[in-house]
């Protein structure tokens, strides 16, 4: 056996909430964590995280793509399985930690909660492409969609998930919570309507338990 297969097993931290709920803004809050405690992580995000990946998403991002709903769900488990691959058990594997901006949670929230693809269809992807991985620790970003929009409101351009109608973010913002509800050992739901410093010492405590596990 190698020494690279001996290693312990690094933690899988993935990032999900609605547009706007600050994921970007507390990954550097992460990453300036992870640093001070000297734990080796990769950052990575889906879609994408990998050439094919990057590619997927910029097709799934554009406004003017035209695609069903099928073949969304789909493009982002294909987009998954590449990244699984390619990046996250290698990752793992060497005992690295690896946080992603969104996971398979974003497609039951978007594709699922959002357009409605069943909970079942999406979860016979999810085994078929997972077969069995699952993160050790999932950030929910949750807040009112009207707080994340505000936010948003002039910051940047908005990308096909982002031009949806607010009854779209409304659902997804549902399927996520449903989520929570059904995975409360996995998940940690932030309330994010609070201001930025108070968020970040919940992040910080979340971080510190998964780093004392065994
Ligand atoms: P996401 O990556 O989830 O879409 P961002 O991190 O880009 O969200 O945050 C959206 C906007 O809201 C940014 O302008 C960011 O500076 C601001 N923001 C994020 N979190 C907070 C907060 N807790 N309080 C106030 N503004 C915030």
Known sequence: MSSQQQAPRGRFITLEGIDGAGKSTHLAFI???????????VFTREPGGTPL?????????????????????????????????D?????????RWLVSDRFTDSTYAFQGGGRG??????????DWVQRGLQPDLTLLF???????????AGTRQLDRFEQEAADFHQRVREAYLRRADSEPQRFAVLDSSRGIAEIQADIAGHLQKLRERG
């Open 31 to 41: 990453r300036d964590w992870l640093a001070g405690h000297a734990i080796d992580a």
């Open 117 to 126: 693809v069943s909970f079942e269809r999406i979860g016979a992807l999810e």
């Open 87 to 95: 990046v996250i058990e290698p990752a793992l594997c060497a005992g």
């Open 142 to 152: 949750d807040l009112p969609l009207e707080v994340a929009a505000g936010r948003m």
């Open 53 to 85: 990946g990057e590619k997927i998403r910029e097709l799934l991002l554009a406004p003017e793509t035209r695609v069903s709903l099928d073949a969304e769900a789909l493009l982002a488990f294909a987009s998954r399985q590449q990244h699984i691959a």
